[in-house]
């Protein structure tokens, strides 16, 4: 309560409009209402988490842009906000100067949609859950697997070469032979059903509705 005071404070003497809503419902109501043009969200509310905020609003395709703040700065922490739909992540104590800079940036590129469940015809794929379905039906990835998916999915009716999938799937770290690309499309296949994933011969793979 302290913080967000503080913070509401700051941003007023900023020239910023401000309201507080003290719990994780509280907020979601407010910024289901619209009329904001960016939200500041803890992760560690009272009624419900940042994460399962931020995660209802995408469901909901409200785009608002959200700045998200946590004392938990893991790594694996960030992505899990990133991964549910935040579009930015500050972890405490931070500088005002930086929060007030990274609002100002979410500000500019406004609120455009960005779904956090990739759809690509029947195929569904939900990074933060780790979850496929397929017509409704949830298929059984491998990590690889799951990577190689969510990458195609980025870049539907494209073709991607195996290079590039090499480059974004596998650790750049670990030499892996071209052939084990041809190996995952192979069970991604069986998975998803072999007509979704084209081969175009001499350039690479394309993923089809």
């Not at 007023?12 to 309201?19: I, L, R, Y």
């Not at 579009?87 to 500019?108: I, Q």
């Not at 084990?180 to 690479?204: C, D, F």
């Amino acid at each position: 309560a302290r913080l967000a005071a503080s913070l509401q404070r700051g941003l007023q003497a900023e020239g910023f409009a401000v309201d507080v809503a003290p719990t994780g419902p509280a907020g979601l109501d407010a910024a289901r209402g619209g009329g904001y043009d960016a939200m500041i969200l803890d992760v560690m509310l009272p009624g419900c988490s940042g994460y399962e905020v931020v995660r209802r609003l995408r469901a909901e395709e409200h785009w608002l842009p959200v700045l998200m703040l946590s004392a938990k700065d893991g790594e694996y922490d960030q992505a899990d906000g990133l991964d549910c739909g935040a579009d930015d992540y500050l972890t405490k104590p931070f500088s005002y100067v930086v929060l007030l800079a990274r609002l100002r940036a979410l500000l500019r590129r406004g609120a455009p949609e960005r779904p956090t469940v990739l759809a690509v015809g029947d195929l569904r794929l939900d990074p933060a859950r780790r979850r496929v379905t397929r017509a409704g039906t949830e298929v059984a990835l491998t990590a690889r697997e799951f990577a190689l998916l969510d990458y195609l999915m980025r870049h539907p009716g494209e073709v991607v070469s195996k290079i590039e999938l090499l480059d974004h799937v596998w650790d750049a770290s670990v030499e892996t032979a071209p052939n084990a690309v041809e190996v995952y499309v192979g069970y991604l296949r069986r998975k998803i059903g072999r007509e979704r994933l084209e081969t175009v011969r001499g350039a690479g793979y394309r993923l089809t509705t």
